[in-house]
């Protein structure tokens, strides 16, 4: 069984960072990519981008490539995606998922607030 | 980047009844749509990818069809449970987007 728990909730200033870990269990790591998406309260869902843990490959929405890193532990099966520079409207639920088509399995979702 | 368009962004609907929610993309993605649930306080779950196939555990009521530009899920005979939000996205192009959701209410 696919299981995917996210880092808890974080709260940030405008100019910070946050990195949002993800651990995967229930199947081999690098088998499936893992995808980023995000979504502000009460609003719909937006994609951020990807990231292959068989060889580190990724793929990142414009929007976001200058402010995002997405990384992988594959000792521990654990996926990571950085934000900086954080602005208000950054503030979201962010998800990791798997696959980097279809979303097929969710994790849990890791509250990100953005205020001053 | 292409636009998804789910209609009707609302609908209310009996447990029984038939529903059928549209999506149309703002340029051909073949078959590359998958449509999800969300209910409230959760993470949505994949029902249908590749526009028409259903994702492993999800009750055949569901079912989509489409290609191109204009797609629908079908919801055959409502149940309790399905009262959620629904959301179209396509693969077919980098960044992959949304729709903007369509809420299913209890009439």
């Known amino acids: 069984q696919v299981h995917l728990v996210q880092s808890g909730a974080e709260v940030k200033k405008p100019g910070a960072s946050v990195k949002v870990s993800c651990k995967a269990s229930?199947?081999?790591?690098?088998?499936?990519?893992i995808t980023w998406v995000r979504q502000a309260p009460g609003q719909g869902l937006e994609w951020i981008g990807w990231?292959?843990?068989?060889?580190?490959?990724?793929n990142y929405v414009q929007k976001f490539r200058d402010r995002v890193t997405m990384t992988t532990d594959t000792s521990t099966s654990t996926a990571y995606m950085e934000l900086r520079n954080l602005i208000s409207d950054d503030t979201a639920l962010y998800y990791c998922?798997?696959?980097?088509?279809?979303?097929?399995?969710w994790g849990q979702g890791t509250l990100v607030t953005v205020s001053s | 980047d292409i636009q998804m368009t789910q209609s009707p962004s609302s609908v209310s609907a009996s447990v029984g009844d038939r529903v059928t929610i549209t999506c149309r993309a703002s340029?051909?993605?073949?078959?590359?749509l998958a449509w999800y649930q969300q209910k409230p306080g959760k993470a949505p779950e994949l029902l249908i990818y590749a526009a028409s196939s259903l994702q492993s555990g999800v009750p055949s009521r569901f079912s989509g069809s489409g290609s191109g530009t204009d797609f629908t899920l079908t919801i055959s005979s409502l149940q309790p449970e399905d009262f959620a939000t629904y959301y179209c996205?396509?693969?077919?192009?980098?960044?992959?987007?949304f729709g903007q959701g369509t809420k299913l209410e209890i009439k």
């Open positions: 996205q396509q693969a077919n192009s980098f960044p992959y987007t």
């Open positions: 229930g199947y081999t790591f690098t088998t499936y990519s």
């Open positions: 998922v798997t696959g980097s088509a279809w979303a097929d399995f």
């Open positions: 990231i292959s843990p068989y060889n580190g490959n990724t």
């Open positions: 340029q051909g993605i073949a078959s590359w």
